[in-house]
């Protein structure tokens, strides 16, 4: 079975701040794949970033970046210098066994105050 | 090139009804996933159609069904409404090559059930 696990529920902070989503996850596959994605209030999910388990390197680009780490399972997504237009549901999801089938979290609410 | 599309966007359909959900894949993509997403349960996969065939499906009921066309594109059909179905349902298209792709979602369509 697998599990992603998005602890954070909302996190309110105000422009320019940093501020980093974390996602868990739990699978028993050694070849999986992470993503992150993006639901603005329109509700359409937008793509962000796609990583499999055999590159743990960190991505940035822009203000974001991604902190990939096997030991610890996780996955997690720091937004730099925030903005208002960054106010969104964020969801990190799982997918692994060679299934396109993605397990999300329950995602979390960033609210990015003028 | 164009997004997933999905239509209708909205709906209103009454307990007990059977409703037919529309999904047009991004060009050139041939695997089509549908989610369904509800404020208690998340977002939820409910199955994935590469190339006219049902290759993985979700924790849902058999009244839940899909198809795909020879096109790509693809149709789910929730038969004898409940009220619980009320959701947003999300389709999502990926392109076939280089193993687990990232999916791109459709705007979604919004179900309600009275």
């Known amino acids: 079975a697998q599990k992603v696990t998005q602890a954070q529920t909302e996190i309110s902070v105000v422009e320019k701040e940093d501020v980093t989503l974390d996602c868990v996850y739990e699978?028993?596959?050694?070849?999986?794949?992470l993503f992150w994605y993006k639901q603005p209030p329109s509700g359409e999910l937008v793509f962000l970033i796609r990583?499999?388990?055999?590159?743990?390197q960190n991505e940035i680009s822009g203000r974001y970046s991604w902190n990939f780490q096997k030991s610890t399972s996780s996955f997690n997504f720091t937004i730099t210098a925030s903005q208002v237009v960054d106010s969104a549901v964020y969801f990190c999801?799982?997918?692994?066994?060679?299934?396109?089938?993605?397990?999300f979290g329950s995602g979390t609410r960033l609210q990015v105050q003028p | 090139k164009a997004g997933v599309t999905q239509t209708p966007r909205y709906l209103i359909k009454t307990r007990g009804q059977q409703v037919t959900l529309s999904c047009s894949p991004i060009?050139?993509?041939?695997?089509v996933s549908w989610y369904q997403q509800t404020p208690g349960q998340g977002l939820q996969f409910l199955f994935e159609?590469?190339?006219?065939?049902?290759?993985n499906k979700g924790n849902f009921p058999g009244r839940f069904s899909g198809r795909q066309f020879s096109n790509s594109r693809s149709e789910m059909n929730v038969s004898t409404l409940e009220l619980g179905d009320s959701a947003l349902y999300l389709c999502?298209?990926?392109?076939?090559?280089?193993?687990?792709?990232?999916?791109?979602f459709g705007p979604g369509t919004r179900l309600t059930v009275t």
């Open positions: 999502a298209s990926s392109s076939p090559s280089g193993g687990v792709r990232e999916q791109y």
């Open positions: 699978t028993r596959d050694t070849t999986y794949y």
């Open positions: 990583r499999n388990s055999f590159d743990e």
């Open positions: 999801a799982l997918s692994s066994g060679g299934r396109r089938a993605l397990t």
């Open positions: 060009s050139g993509h041939r695997s």
């Open positions: 159609y590469f190339s006219e065939t049902q290759r």
